[in-house]
């Protein structure tokens, strides 16, 4: 049975939950006092629009993030702005103007009538401070920024006493965010270790294995245990991923073509390694499918693999089903006719139609929608899984960036733009927080992180091998690729 949608309401993780519980309409929290404008006007170089801010100048947002003796900004426009401004500024200047800002709104209090509220003031700038260390903690790998904050709090603290609650905060704010950079600094490391075996690819053959080497199905034969197992994978390889690698396709991609970021190669690993993952399924699918000698065994393999794409589209994994698809699909495979005509192929039509590209991959994201409802209204774990297709998201999230500008004609910062832009972010990295309900199978996994690859040159021959060329393209493929292996003989 295919998912079907639910009304549902939405659940967030722990830590985006404290961010992003209240909606994106500007509106203030209740005793936290308002700055700006009010609805549908400006004030300054804010203007909002039904409550909501939709633009401003850099200046005027960077102080609308810090709060005053009568006012903390919504949490929501912490977590825009924090995640946008990056765009604009590297988080350590971003640190300094906040304290720059802070001094002069202490010397104001200093030297008025309101002397007495400077602890209040204080309190907020540690808790503004501690939500910026907990949801963006990595800004603070720089040297820089780590400079800028310790330079923050020790302003902050001059107007407390000894074990005062304000020290106690920056105390206990300092220590979660140097756990945080620990756990950072040992999974980079251990990426570096990793990184030579090809990227999780396993080898990759030029040539064909012996034919009595171990498959798939000599490993794991329940279509159900398989797509389990490849999501404990997918959701492992997606948790690395945090909002600002994300806001890098915003500021760093070059073209639709190549999403790489240009920035530094230890901040992009993550979505590299887990683009690298769809590529690997794919090729793996294909490999299983064509090294296999007789028509009959091949038949299975490919209904095996439908019907484990069929179970991850039930279980909200789309991304191992789109990979798996794209596996079938490649030239090598799908010209196997007559090992295709074997095949009951009425469950592969429902996959392909859900995958249709056609009107923006609206089936796609009629199914996505669905399964995201489910998981706002879900009792378990296991309702709970959303896995998008990345590709997908990635391009989603650039194409808003090209269509709208940064900045409006006025000079403004267009940050309607970023209000869409963090909503589907922070969309994406509740998806990422889900803890598989799934028990994991070492064996299992093992065999899909590290069983050989046939490169596209092995995946041609052994199609060839299992039929023959039928027209004059691939006759002269199947030429070239034999007089080639000849060459190396």
């Keep these: 049975m295919f998912l079907e949608p639910q009304e549902t309401m939405p659940q967030t993780s722990v830590v985006f939950s404290s961010i992003l519980v209240p909606s994106c309409s500007g509106q203030v929290q209740p005793g936290m006092g308002e700055r700006g404008g ?12 039904d409550g909501r801010l939709i633009s401003g100048s850099l200046e005027a947002l960077m102080e609308h993030l810090v709060p005053t003796v009568d006012y903390y900004p919504d949490r929501t426009y912490i977590f825009t702005f924090l995640l946008s401004s990056r765009v604009f500024m590297p988080p350590h200047d971003l640190l300094a103007r906040v304290g720059q800002i802070c001094v002069e709104q202490r010397q104001q209090l200093e030297a008025g009538p309101e002397k007495a509220k400077l602890k209040s003031f204080s309190a907020k700038i540690v808790q503004l401070l501690k939500e910026w260390t907990e949801a963006f ?62 990227v999780d690819k396993g080898p990759i053959l030029k040539t064909k294995p012996p034919a009595a080497q171990k498959d798939i199905l000599g490993v794991c034969c329940d279509p159900l245990v398989l797509a389990q197992q490849l999501t404990h994978i997918e959701l492992d390889r997606v948790s690395s ?20 970021c240009r920035g530094d190669l230890t901040k992009t690993y993550s979505l590299e390694a887990y683009d690298n993952w769809f590529n690997c399924l794919s090729m793996l699918v294909a490999t299983e499918v064509c090294r296999v000698v007789k028509k009959k065994h091949r038949t299975r393999m490919l209904e095996f693999f439908i019907d484990v794409a069929r179970e991850c589209f039930n279980i909200g994994n789309f991304n191992s089903m789109m990979a798996i698809i794209s596996g079938m699909n490649l030239s090598p495979v799908a010209r196997l006719k007559k090992t295709w005509s074997k095949v009951k192929t009425a469950k592969f039509d429902v996959l392909e139609h859900h995958m249709d590209p056609s009107s923006n991959f609206c089936n796609y994201r009629t199914a996505l929608q669905g399964a995201t409802q489910r998981s706002q209204m879900a009792n378990s774990s296991r309702e709970k899984i959303v896995i998008p297709v990345f590709n997908l998201f990635v391009k989603d999230i650039y194409f808003l960036h090209k269509i709208h500008t940064n900045h409006l004609p006025n000079g403004h910062i267009n940050f309607k733009k970023f209000w869409e832009i963090s909503r589907q972010i922070h969309e994406f990295m509740t998806w990422t927080q889900v803890e598989c309900p799934f028990e994991k199978d070492k064996k299992i996994q093992s065999y899909l992180l590290t069983a050989p690859i046939y490169s596209e040159e092995a995946l041609f021959i052994a199609s060839f091998e299992s039929e023959g060329p039928e027209n004059h393209m691939e006759k002269d493929s199947w030429k070239t690729l034999r007089t080639t292996l000849l060459n190396r003989a």
């Design 38 to 49: 009010g609805a549908g006007g400006g004030s300054g170089d804010l203007i909002f629009q």
């Design 137 to 198: 903690p990595y800004d603070f790998q720089d040297e820089k920024a780590m400079a800028e904050l310790k330079a923050i709090t020790h302003r902050v603290t001059q107007c407390d006493e000894e074990n005062g609650t304000v020290k106690k905060a920056i105390a206990q704010m300092t220590q979660s965010l140097l756990l945080s950079l620990a756990a950072r600094s040992q999974l980079q490391e251990l990426r570096e270790k990793l990184r030579p075996s090809a």
């Design 241 to 260: 991923i945090h909002p600002e690698d994300l806001m890098q396709i915003v500021s760093h991609m070059d073209s639709l073509d190549n999403h790489r």
